[in-house]
């Protein structure tokens, strides 16, 4: 019963490598077969090792140890075969294969356990992710929403990058930015800027009203991180970002750009730069601004989808040094929802780069419907 209960773990935790594992049983029953009807002066018995080392490069500890007792039943099967048991030379053989059987087989319960250590860390981002950058609602009034991110890091789920919606009496309010830099300080400030989003979008009657709060969050949030560590360089650091206000009673989008790439906006086909007149510092240098942010707004009518995105998208280089043409490529797209534009945004996005990015990137895609809907 028990071997039977020990047989069945063995196959539940290899189902992934159960075609590989028939490598090293093949190279057992090879090498055994050939050593012994091999002539005296030859001996193969020492390529068994290679079955184990091999098992413990995909498989895990119990596995590993299963395959290297077959291979040392294997190495005895051979020396009864030939000569004895207690041949001097097959004795050897065979504690040698023993001990290395048993050292792979630790490696492969160290290298398992790094794997699920890495599966935890990996859960703890994704829970990380969704409790910072929060996915925009499918619909908020009249508005259909999508957003993706992008990490440049390889199995990163959060950076410096940053997005968020909040519903208003009035309609739905948005916020796309980019820290300055990268790691722990950039993921910590984009989550107080989020945070500080979240809490005033609905306190904050106009738009420029708002910015200026979040810039004040940004300011002391800076200051703070400055107190508390060592490198000077977080006194620079700084959110480049776009506020828009998207009233539900009105075919407008009003916006504030604090040092942000232009939104897009896709009008039958067509797409359209909405560049503003007097951009606002990056949030965190607002001490560069003696005047109030001032808003713009632009017409946003029914079947327009509106393009929000970082310097990601389009300083993303392919292999002879080009950028990504956002501005030519994205009428090519035929997504019928915002969904499905930025998955085909993406796909074009990451052939153009060759599958990785330089620098994360963020995207939202925002569509008026009609009122009917």
């Known amino acids: 019963m028990v071997f039977r209960q020990w047989v069945q773990s063995l196959r539940s935790g290899n ?27 030859v001996h193969l018995g020492p390529f068994l090792v290679a079955a184990p080392a091999l098992t413990a490069s995909f498989a895990g500890p119990r596995m590993t140890a299963f395959v290297g007792a077959v291979a040392v039943l294997a190495q005895a099967m051979v020396a009864v075969a030939r000569t004895s048991i207690n041949d001097l030379n097959h004795t050897y053989q065979i504690i040698a294969l023993f001990l290395i059987s048993a050292i792979v087989t630790f490696f492969a319960y160290l290298r398992e356990r790094h794997a699920t250590e890495m599966v935890q860390l990996r859960t703890v981002a994704e829970a990380a992710q969704r409790g910072v950058l929060r996915p925009p609602p499918a619909r908020s009034g009249p508005l259909r929403l999508a957003a993706v991110y992008l990490a440049a890091e390889a199995g990163a789920q959060l950076g410096g990058d940053l997005y968020a919606t909040a519903r208003t009496a009035e309609g739905t309010r948005v916020i796309i930015g980019d820290v300055r830099g990268k790691g722990l300080d950039a993921i910590n400030t984009a989550a107080g800027v989020l945070g500080a989003f979240r809490a005033l979008a609905r306190q904050e009657k106009s738009l420029p009203d708002l910015v200026s709060r979040l810039e004040t969050s940004v300011a002391a949030h800076r200051i703070d991180a400055l107190h508390e560590a060592e490198d000077e360089t977080i006194a620079e650091a700084f959110v480049t970002a776009v506020v828009l206000d998207i009233p539900d009673g009105a075919e407008v989008v009003r916006l504030v750009s604090c ?11 067509q797409m359209r730069l909405l560049g503003t007149k007097d951009p606002a510092p990056p949030l965190g240098l607002g001490h560069l601004l003696t005047t109030r942010p001032t808003e713009d707004v632009f017409a946003l009518d029914a079947g327009d989808t509106l393009l929000l995105y970082t310097d990601g998208v389009t300083e993303a280089r392919d292999r002879s040094g080009d950028f990504y043409p956002l501005t030519e490529r994205i009428t090519l797209q035929r997504g019928e929802s915002p969904e499905a534009l930025l998955n085909d945004l993406c796909a074009d996005l990451l052939r153009h780069a060759g599958g990785s990015l330089g620098d994360d990137a963020a995207l939202m895609a925002i569509e008026r419907l009609p009122a009917a809907e």
Not at 26 to 37: K, N, Q, S
Not at 259 to 269: E, I
């Open 15 to 41: 189902r992934r490598s159960s075609p590989l594992i028939v490598v090293p049983f093949a190279l057992i029953a090879v090498v055994t077969v050939v050593d012994i009807i091999a002539p005296p002066e």
């Open 259 to 269: 040092g942000h790439p232009p939104p897009l906006v896709l009008r039958a086909g």
